[in-house]
């Protein structure tokens, strides 16, 4: 069990180190632990489980997702947020910082990935930073620090691939994002703020009221989304996924009859590039669940089970436990493929204990994001270092704060479930 | 990564228009189905089912175009602080592996869907092997794009000089 164990982890490992993409580097040490330690089973279960993975109706929330964050980008929606955030923010010593912060929370609301608000936001905002005076690395550190933000305030893509494997109510788990993502982006401006401080970056102007309030009406219509999308769950008048396609239909409408910068070629070219997003990403999925059943085969669960229980039952050791062990998972692991081999394992133990699988997805879900900043598998750090320009080493060191105060975050949100779970339990199921 | 165009490049804009055009009609459809279902309450049956199909479609179409546009998930830097040729060699070798398993996903593939030929959705009228198939046309998908950088890898690759 232990070499099979060694073999499929360190093989995968070794091959995302020496540059395989991960899809291939998942799949290829799933082959290899097969050959070598089950070579009686039929490998049509390949294709079948990859297939398989992403045969869901839930999943499909995701492009629309994409979609629907693109189609808003393209209207021009991301630049609105930004001046209406500068306006808001800008003032405070490290204005940028803060600006980045909030356009990144607004933004949640309507996108989902961490990675696509940090590639969308961070074109946009690092040379702006770059420009203004801020350095490179402080400029990427913070646009990635604050992607981490999309997939907490809903909508979510990891909360939905959550939601399909524990079996719970999407909307309940997008619930319970709204306090910690508020959190996460309050604590990221205190950080950024003090940094600034003791470094002296530059600051902006408040903006007048009214101007301010010209502006906020003008991305009233991005609040609306999320509100659309929440409410529409909650209400039952549609599910997650057809949210996304109505929210898809939202921001077409908004684009081209409302902001007029929508043009039916470049929304026919965002279908097509949102092909290319869903397919990388959710392959990643369905090679997931090929891995996780050769975890699930070698029985790998219940001894980590038998393990975390003999150390303690106790609710609050036990989710310390499983964030030490999910805050390593994330930084070796994409999120979605760590949730995907690891939640079948962990959430039977943390519910026998009286965990709430709602608390349990936003703290693995918020965990598995503050995985996206650490280094060697940090995909943020990779994405903004490559628009900033500065190398990955200077990036790492600059986000170390910002990892430290998330930290900070995500204790806050194991330990205080009456804050995570008060929205959630204000609509019950 | 650069598109090299050639029947590569008609081929990836075939790949991008078939996907856009299968994700457009889940878009429309799953729209049509809160629309139908909430206003007009006449609630579609086989909407679900055949979104569910068309999503596994865009998927591998997706995966496919990932290869030539360079958006798969990669850690390269380590890689790439290597000294020359060992960032090339690297490649070839995972490269390499990589075809390996998609050929496996490929071969597989198609056993698979001959396995499923009889197996049917239940609320329209097609069989299950269809979806499994986007495996084995997405596998080849990838298998060429793969292959077709993998040459350009190794044409990368320093010669060995001619002893005189």
Request: glycine fraction near 10%.
């Given at each position: 069990?232990?070499?099979?164990?060694?073999?499929?982890?360190?093989?995968?490992?070794?091959?995302?180190?020496?540059?395989?993409?991960?899809?291939?580097?998942?799949?290829?040490?799933?082959?290899?632990?097969?050959?070598?330690?089950?070579?009686?089973?039929?490998?049509?279960?390949?294709?079948?489980?990859?297939?398989?993975?992403?045969?869901?109706?839930?999943?499909?929330a995701i492009p629309f997702f994409f979609l629907a964050g693109e189609i808003m980008n393209s209207?021009?929606m991301t630049?609105?947020i930004?001046?209406?955030?500068?306006?808001?923010?800008?003032?405070?010593?490290?204005?940028?910082?803060?600006?980045?912060?909030?356009t990144n929370m607004i933004y949640a609301g309507i996108s989902g990935s961490a990675v696509a608000d940090a590639a969308a936001i961070g074109s946009f905002m690092?040379?702006?930073?770059?420009?203004?005076?801020?350095?490179?690395?402080?400029?990427?550190?913070?646009n990635a620090?604050s992607a981490t933000i999309g997939p907490i305030i809903p909508p979510s893509i990891p909360m939905i691939i959550?939601?399909?494997?524990?079996?719970?109510?999407?909307?309940?788990?997008?619930?319970?994002?709204?306090?910690?993502?508020?959190?996460?982006?309050?604590?990221?401006?205190?950080?950024?703020?003090?940094?600034?401080?003791?470094?002296?970056?530059?600051?902006?102007?408040?903006?007048?009221?009214?101007?301010?309030?010209?502006?906020?009406?003008?991305?009233?219509?991005?609040?609306?989304s999320?509100?659309?999308?929440?409410?529409?769950?909650?209400?039952?008048?549609?599910?997650?996924?057809?949210?996304g396609?109505?929210a898809v239909?939202?921001s077409?409408?908004?684009?081209?009859?409302?902001?007029?910068?929508?043009?039916?070629?470049?929304?026919?070219?965002i279908?097509?590039g949102t092909v290319v997003s869903t397919g990388t990403v959710l392959?990643i999925?369905?090679?997931?669940?090929?891995?996780?059943?050769?975890?699930?085969?070698?029985?790998?669960?219940?001894?980590?089970?038998?393990?975390?229980?003999?150390?303690?039952?106790?609710?609050?050791?036990?989710?310390?436990?499983?964030?030490?062990?999910?805050?390593?998972?994330?930084?070796?692991?994409d999120p979605l493929?760590?949730?995907?081999?690891?939640?079948?394992?962990?959430?039977?133990?943390?519910?026998?204990?009286?965990?709430?699988?709602?608390?349990?997805?936003?703290?693995?879900?918020?965990?598995?994001m503050?995985?996206l900043?650490?280094?060697?598998?940090?995909y943020l750090?990779y994405i903004t270092?490559a628009i900033?320009?500065?190398?990955?080493?200077?990036?790492?060191?600059?986000?170390?704060?910002?990892?430290?105060?998330?930290?900070?975050?995500?204790?806050?949100?194991?330990?205080?479930?009456?804050?995570?779970?008060?929205?959630?339990?204000?609509?019950?199921? | 990564?650069?598109?090299?165009?050639?029947?590569?490049?008609?081929?990836?804009?075939?790949?991008?228009?078939?996907?856009?055009?299968?994700?457009?009609?889940?878009?429309?459809?799953?729209?049509?189905?809160?629309?139908?279902?909430?206003?007009?309450?006449?609630?579609?049956?086989?909407?679900?089912?055949?979104?569910?199909?068309?999503?596994?479609?865009?998927?591998?179409?997706g995966?496919?175009?990932g290869?030539?546009r360079?958006k798969?998930m990669?850690?390269?830097?380590?890689?790439?602080?290597?000294?020359?040729?060992?960032?090339?060699?690297?490649?070839?070798?995972?490269?390499?592996?990589?075809?390996?398993?998609?050929?496996?996903?490929?071969?597989?593939?198609?056993?698979?869907?001959?396995?499923?030929?009889?197996?049917?959705?239940?609320?329209?009228?097609?069989?299950?092997?269809?979806?499994?198939?986007?495996?084995?046309?997405?596998?080849?998908?990838?298998?060429?794009?793969?292959?077709?950088?993998?040459?350009?890898?190794?044409?990368?690759?320093?010669?060995?000089?001619?002893?005189?």
């Amino acid at each position: 069990m232990t070499a099979e164990v060694v073999l499929l982890l360190g093989g995968m490992l070794g091959l995302i180190i020496l540059g395989m993409p991960l899809v291939f580097s998942i799949g290829c040490a799933s082959l290899l632990t097969i050959l070598v330690f089950h070579d009686t089973l039929p490998l049509e279960m390949i294709p079948q489980l990859m297939v398989g993975g992403t045969d869901s109706f839930a999943l499909l929330a995701i492009p629309f997702f994409f979609l629907a964050g693109e189609i808003m980008n393209s209207a021009g929606m991301t630049e609105r947020i930004v001046r209406f955030s500068d306006g808001l923010v800008g003032g405070i010593r490290g204005g940028l910082s803060h600006v980045n912060v909030v356009t990144n929370m607004i933004y949640a609301g309507i996108s989902g990935s961490a990675v696509a608000d940090a590639a969308a936001i961070g074109s946009f905002m690092i040379p702006s930073m770059v420009r203004s005076g801020y350095p490179p690395g402080f400029s990427a550190a913070i646009n990635a620090a604050s992607a981490t933000i999309g997939p907490i305030i809903p909508p979510s893509i990891p909360m939905i691939i959550y939601g399909v494997i524990a079996n719970v109510s999407v909307g309940q788990l997008f619930l319970s994002g709204v306090f910690p993502g508020l959190i996460m982006g309050g604590y990221l401006m205190v950080t950024a703020y003090f940094i600034s401080v003791r470094r002296n970056y530059p600051k902006g102007k408040f903006m007048p009221f009214r101007e301010l309030m010209r502006l906020a009406l003008s991305v009233f219509l991005a609040f609306l989304s999320p509100l659309i999308i929440i409410g529409g769950i909650l209400l039952g008048v549609f599910t997650a996924t057809e949210a996304g396609a109505v929210a898809v239909l939202y921001s077409i409408l908004i684009g081209f009859f409302f902001y007029r910068q929508l043009k039916l070629k470049t929304l026919w070219e965002i279908f097509k590039g949102t092909v290319v997003s869903t397919g990388t990403v959710l392959i990643i999925v369905g090679v997931s669940y090929l891995f996780g059943w050769i975890i699930a085969q070698s029985n790998i669960g219940n001894k980590i089970g038998e393990l975390i229980l003999s150390i303690s039952k106790n609710p609050m050791v036990v989710l310390l436990l499983v964030n030490i062990f999910f805050f390593i998972v994330g930084m070796f692991m994409d999120p979605l493929a760590g949730l995907i081999i690891f939640v079948p394992i962990f959430l039977p133990i943390v519910t026998s204990i009286g965990i709430h699988p709602v608390h349990f997805g936003l703290v693995v879900v918020l965990n598995l994001m503050i995985g996206l900043l650490t280094p060697p598998v940090g995909y943020l750090l990779y994405i903004t270092s490559a628009i900033s320009g500065e190398k990955v080493e200077v990036v790492i060191r600059e986000v170390m704060p910002f990892i430290a105060v998330l930290v900070v975050v995500l204790l806050i949100c194991t330990y205080w479930p009456k804050m995570v779970m008060y929205l959630p339990n204000l609509v019950g199921r | 990564m650069e598109n090299t165009g050639g029947s590569g490049g008609i081929l990836e804009r075939v790949v991008e228009s078939a996907g856009g055009v299968v994700l457009a009609a889940a878009t429309l459809i799953t729209i049509l189905q809160v629309f139908f279902r909430y206003v007009l309450r006449i609630p579609f049956i086989w909407s679900e089912e055949f979104t569910r199909f068309l999503f596994i479609w865009t998927v591998w179409f997706g995966a496919a175009l990932g290869i030539p546009r360079g958006k798969h998930m990669v850690i390269k830097f380590i890689r790439d602080r290597l000294p020359m040729p060992w960032p090339l060699r690297i490649k070839i070798a995972t490269d390499l592996l990589a075809l390996f398993f998609l050929g496996v996903v490929v071969v597989k593939g198609v056993s698979l869907v001959q396995m499923m030929s009889r197996e049917f959705y239940v609320t329209f009228p097609l069989s299950v092997k269809y979806a499994y198939l986007a495996s084995v046309v997405g596998g080849i998908l990838m298998f060429f794009f793969l292959g077709r950088e993998l040459r350009s890898t190794l044409r990368l690759m320093p010669r060995k000089e001619k002893k005189t």
